[in-house]
């Protein structure tokens, strides 16, 4: 059910791939919320996704734009602004890519030349739109920059990778940007800590699986899907959330502030006890062998 809660704002949307992608729901929501909104993403990925079906159906355009690239995101915000007839209201930032993960490569032993790469496309993007966007004066006063992000960035979380430091960077950004953008154009940036999600780029990360069901289990609400999240995100694009800035919000069911679960303790019990049992069986049977013997 629609409340209509961006009625009356525009938007620009980053990373849209898939129905699977958070940006597309996040696009969706919008829509039905009353928004207008305008996509974009890195050509290449235009070339391999399903963005144009998603501008048809929220009755938009999309804007192909290396996020990487400060000429690009000129021309990319120009546009929006001439597609708009002026200044709009909130900004998606949901881009993520490290080479490193996509080649198996360890956090122990990385490739600096994908290290980089990373930090380029997954977090210094953000303070590029951001830089672009305060230099064209393209945000309207109270108006919400909202960038995705994971609990990896406080916490270490096998095979994340070098990604866990791009979000701690993109989470620094938003903090900084955040002070600033504030202070002269009352423009809240904001980060939102998602639950592990099964989005293309995330299933590229190393034992996705078995994170998500270890976190679902150590979740006392489970995980937060896609749909929630945007959700959350169209709340945080409305007048609803106009005092909030700098932060970095988790929704994630509460992961973030447990240790321990009962669900996840029970899984971790009946597998230590497997384990007690083998032990007890090799011992024996090392025993019994050298009794023989």
């Known amino acids: 059910m629609a409340f209509n809660l961006l009625k009356g704002k525009k938007g620009l949307i980053f990373g849209a791939l898939n129905d699977k992608s958070i940006a597309w729901k996040v696009a969706e929501k919008a829509y039905e919320e009353g928004a207008e909104i305008v996509l974009t993403n890195a050509p290449f990925a235009l070339r391999l996704g399903d963005t144009e079906q998603l501008a048809k159906a929220c009755n938009t355009e999309v804007i192909p734009a290396d996020a990487t690239s400060v ?7 120009d546009k929006t602004l001439e597609i708009f007839g002026g200044k709009f209201d909130f900004i998606l930032h949901s881009i993520g890519m490290s080479p490193n993960v996509r080649k198996g490569i360890t956090y122990d032993n990385l490739n600096y030349d994908y290290f980089l790469k990373t930090l380029d496309v997954s977090a210094l993007s953000f303070h590029k739109i951001l830089q672009v966007s305060r230099k064209k004066d393209a945000l309207n006063d109270w108006g919400s920059v909202l960038a995705l992000s994971y609990v990896a960035a406080q916490r270490t ?48 990360i190393m034992g996705l699986e078995g994170l998500m069901d270890f976190s679902n289990r150590m979740s006392p609400l489970g995980n937060a899907t896609a749909e929630e999240c945007a959700d959350y995100c169209v709340t945080m694009f409305s007048d609803l959330t106009k ?19 009962r669900r996840a303790m029970d899984v971790y019990s009946k597998n230590l006890d497997e384990c007690c049992e083998f032990r007890d069986i090799d011992f024996k049977d090392i025993t019994h062998k050298f009794e023989e013997f």
């Open 157 to 204: 979380l096998y095979g994340y990778n070098d990604m866990a430091d791009a979000k701690s960077l993109l989470e620094s950004i938003a903090r900084s940007f955040g002070y600033i953008y504030g202070r002269e154009k009352k423009i809240r940036v904001n980060t939102i800590s998602q639950s592990p999600t099964p989005t293309t780029a995330g299933s590229g």
């Open 71 to 77: 000429e690009d995101i000129e021309n990319l915000i």
């Open 243 to 261: 005092k909030i800035t700098m932060q970095n919000i988790f929704h994630d069911g509460g992961f973030s502030s447990m240790g321990m679960s």
